[in-house]
């Protein structure tokens, strides 16, 4: 159903109702669209690298604690 | 005589408890999400800038002030200053913690230094007729000059209980990293909002 209603969506006319996105200066669009997409992806890169870093913190973590245990082991 | 198998309780199912390892203290954690949102609303402001700019077709507005771009880089080289000193005083901190209190003092100082002479520039930029109201420009100069002070203040008053509690000898890692993080924001934001704000212009 979804595809039937979205069909008619790709030969209709574009409807410029953001007045930023119908500016007729390229300069202006260019400049939306680069806004668009660094709005988009800096939360997702900001969680991303909180996520990594939490990874790292972890696997550091691991090592260390498995390091721990192997010189219990050899006591 | 029958033997019933007792069932087992979901405890004695799983075995013995892994140990669990915490990855980061509550508060780095908190602190972390808290920053990641500050940092939406300030790419907000900036792409909010870089829109208006674009359409503009001179930049400063005609009849506005120009900023003082040189004398605020001063400033933010004074401000770069305070975040290494932070960062060298969380370092110090691991040595011994009474060592670190001289690098937080300094930056302390630095950062009440960069506060102080935004607040001059605002009242400087005032008497040559750039207000809230006078043009783009000025709207946006007050707005995220004044929201990134804002949270410069809230941070010094963070770094300031950190070192009373330093000096008293009752900090803990975890409140001087936490404050750390929030300060590294803070020093960390500030380039990209002069970059976008102070020295470009168009058409002029």
């Known amino acids: ?75 | 005589m029958s033997v019933t198998a007792l069932p087992l309780d979901a405890a004695q199912r799983r075995g013995p408890p892994k140990p669990t390892l915490k990855v980061a203290p509550n508060g780095v954690v908190g602190m972390l999400i808290f920053i990641t949102s500050e940092l939406m609303l300030f790419a907000g402001l900036v792409s909010a800038i870089a829109i208006v700019k674009a359409r503009a077709s001179m930049w400063p507005p005609p009849g506005q002030p120009r900023l003082p771009v040189a004398e605020t880089a001063v400033n933010t080289l004074a401000l770069l200053a305070s975040g290494a000193l932070m960062y060298w005083a969380g370092k110090k901190f691991l040595e011994n913690p009474r060592s670190a209190l001289k690098p937080l003092r300094i930056g302390i100082v630095l950062g009440l230094f960069f506060v102080g002479f935004q607040g001059a520039e605002w009242v400087a930029m005032l008497g040559q007729g750039l207000t809230l109201q006078s043009s783009a420009m000025g709207s946006f100069f007050y707005l995220v000059v004044g929201i990134h002070g804002l949270h410069a203040l809230a941070a010094i008053t963070a770094m300031i209980w950190v070192e009373r509690r330093l000096t008293a000898g009752r900090l803990s890692h975890t409140e001087f990293w936490t404050a750390r993080l929030f300060w590294y924001f803070v020093v960390l934001v500030w380039p990209v909002l002069y970059w976008r704000l102070y020295p470009a212009t168009v058409g002029s």
């Open chain 1, 1 to 75: 159903m979804t595809p039937l209603v979205l069909l008619p969506a790709l030969w209709a006319p574009a409807a410029w109702a953001c007045a930023v996105c119908s500016d007729p200066e390229a300069v202006s669009n260019l400049t939306f669209g680069l806004s668009t997409a660094f709005l988009t992806f800096l939360p997702l890169l900001a969680m991303a690298a909180v996520g990594w870093w939490f990874w790292r913190r972890l696997k550091a973590l691991e090592a260390e604690q498995g390091a721990q245990v192997l010189n219990l082991r050899q006591d």
